[in-house]
């Protein structure tokens, strides 16, 4: 049977392994931050008539720039966006892949300040781009003055900033986003993939985007949209950027259905947004949970915790999966990330958590 070793792949990826979480089939699965709600009734009936909309024309490519999601998605970001300074694509991670296409490649790099999430190192990874993995203290968090002194140190081409954070739930004090774009050589891109999830008072970097033509923030419908399975993230950056990420898309590659389904969902946001407050009452459960057991818990911001537990983090992985609930080994030694779920599920998981003590 061939393998990888007996084909001419480049020498930068053997022995490495794809990305990805575990994908079994357990009673409570809170290992990838999806929306553990279904989609409400009425959403899924007109996100099906939009869809069937299109299907006669399916004959035709879609909208190439699909020019009108991206005015839906600028309505809904606010912040006096309009469609120019917004782009979308199969989720933020194919966003954040073709910002280091345009911006990154060989000869260039990207910085990110880890823990963080593990596709940027593998999207530099995949676009010739040299990875930097910068660091955090020892509560995961990034003071503005450490961030500068990094920035200054590599002079990246692009910075990965995360807020909030994955794996650690953490969010930017407004001053790191500020004090990088004034260091940064090149590109700043603030992930923002969990905003909605944020306690009060959290600043968006949406907010400083007016004057900052190097400042990117993406976004995606995944999480508190509860629209995982239907692939779609986006960007808001100064129009000079959507013209820069268009120059290295592939062609028509939103497809008409796709376009249809995020239309009818963004026009449905309040029912689909609606249990955001109930993601964010249990993530408040489960850490206060936590801390009056005695575990470390880091700080979120978003729908899921980060928490310490004792000795291997493999083998409590394992015990947590013995009593049907999956929860995610980021890497992290003597931590685990648990995804905030329906009370249900935060039933679940409280109570085999109990057999870590």
Same mark, same amino acid.
């Given at each position: 049977?061939?393998?990888?070793?007996?084909?001419?792949?480049?020498?930068?990826?053997?022995?490495?392994?794809?990305?990805?979480?575990?994908?079994?089939?357990?009673?409570?699965?809170?290992?990838?931050?999806?929306?553990?709600?279904?989609?409400?009734?009425?959403?899924?009936?007109?996100?099906?008539?939009?869809?069937?909309?299109?299907?006669?024309?399916?004959?035709?490519?879609?909208?190439?720039?699909?020019?009108?999601?991206?005015?839906?998605?600028?309505?809904?970001?606010?912040?006096?966006?309009?469609?120019?300074?917004?782009?979308?694509?199969?989720?933020?991670?194919?966003?954040?892949?073709?910002?280091?296409?345009?911006?990154?490649?060989?000869?260039?790099?990207?910085?990110?300040?880890?823990?963080?999430?593990?596709?940027?190192?593998?999207?530099?990874?995949?676009?010739?781009? %040299?990875?930097?993995?910068?660091? /955090? =203290? #020892?509560?995961? +968090?990034?003071? !503005? *003055?450490?961030?500068?002194?990094?920035? &200054?140190?590599?002079?990246?081409?692009?910075?990965?900033?995360?807020?909030?954070?994955?794996?650690?739930?953490?969010?930017?004090?407004?001053?790191?986003?500020?004090?990088?774009?004034?260091?940064?050589?090149?590109?700043?891109?603030?992930?923002?993939?969990?905003?909605?999830?944020?306690?009060?008072?959290?600043?968006?970097?949406?907010?400083?985007?007016?004057?900052?033509?190097?400042?990117?923030?993406?976004?995606?419908?995944?999480?508190?949209?509860?629209?995982?399975?239907?692939?779609?993230?986006?960007?808001?950056?100064?129009?000079?950027?959507?013209?820069?990420?268009?120059?290295?898309?592939?062609?028509?590659?939103?497809?008409?259905?796709?376009?249809?389904?995020? %239309?009818?969902?963004?026009?449905? /946001? =309040? #029912?689909?947004? +609606?249990?955001? !407050? *109930?993601?964010?009452?249990?993530?408040? &459960?489960?850490?206060?949970?936590?801390?009056?057991?005695?575990?470390?818990?880091?700080?979120?911001?978003?729908?899921?915790?980060?928490?310490?537990?004792?000795?291997?983090?493999?083998?409590?992985?394992?015990?947590?999966?013995?009593?049907?609930?999956?929860?995610?080994?980021?890497?992290?030694?003597?931590?685990?990330?648990?995804?905030?779920?329906?009370?249900?599920?935060?039933?679940?998981?409280?109570?085999?958590?109990?057999?870590?003590?």
């Amino acid at each position: 049977m061939t393998t990888l070793d007996d084909l001419p792949i480049r020498d930068d990826l053997r022995g490495r392994s794809p990305y990805g979480a575990p994908q079994l089939d357990v009673p409570v699965r809170l290992n990838t931050n999806e929306n553990s709600y279904p989609v409400p009734e009425p959403v899924v009936e007109a996100i099906g008539k939009a869809v069937a909309a299109e299907l006669r024309d399916l004959n035709r490519y879609p909208d190439r720039d699909a020019v009108a999601l991206r005015a839906d998605l600028a309505a809904y970001l606010g912040h006096g966006l309009t469609a120019d300074h917004v782009w979308a694509a199969n989720g933020s991670n194919e966003i954040q892949q073709q910002l280091l296409q345009a911006f990154g490649g060989p000869g260039r790099t990207a910085l990110g300040f880890t823990p963080a999430y593990s596709m940027h190192p593998l999207l530099a990874l995949g676009t010739g781009t %040299r990875w930097v993995p910068g660091v /955090r =203290d #020892a509560d995961f +968090g990034l003071s !503005a *003055a450490d961030a500068v002194a990094q920035v &200054r140190a590599h002079r990246p081409d692009v910075v990965f900033l995360c807020s909030p954070n994955n794996p650690t739930g953490t969010a930017l004090d407004p001053a790191v986003v500020a004090a990088v774009l004034d260091e940064a050589p090149g590109m700043v891109v603030v992930d923002e993939a969990y905003a909605e999830f944020a306690r009060p008072g959290t600043v968006s970097a949406l907010a400083v985007l007016p004057g900052h033509p190097r400042l990117v923030v993406t976004r995606t419908m995944s999480k508190a949209f509860g629209f995982a399975g239907g692939r779609l993230g986006y960007l808001a950056a100064d129009p000079a950027v959507v013209e820069a990420v268009q120059l290295v898309r592939l062609p028509y590659h939103l497809s008409a259905l796709t376009q249809a389904a995020a %239309r009818a969902a963004l026009a449905h /946001r =309040d #029912a689909l947004l +609606g249990t955001v !407050a *109930a993601i964010k009452e249990q993530r408040d &459960r489960i850490v206060a949970t936590l801390r009056a057991r005695g575990h470390r818990v880091a700080d979120s911001d978003a729908n899921f915790v980060l928490f310490a537990v004792d000795g291997d983090q493999g083998a409590a992985w394992r015990t947590l999966l013995d009593a049907g609930v999956l929860v995610r080994d980021v890497g992290l030694p003597g931590w685990l990330r648990v995804t905030a779920g329906t009370p249900a599920e935060t039933d679940a998981f409280l109570t085999a958590t109990e057999k870590l003590s």
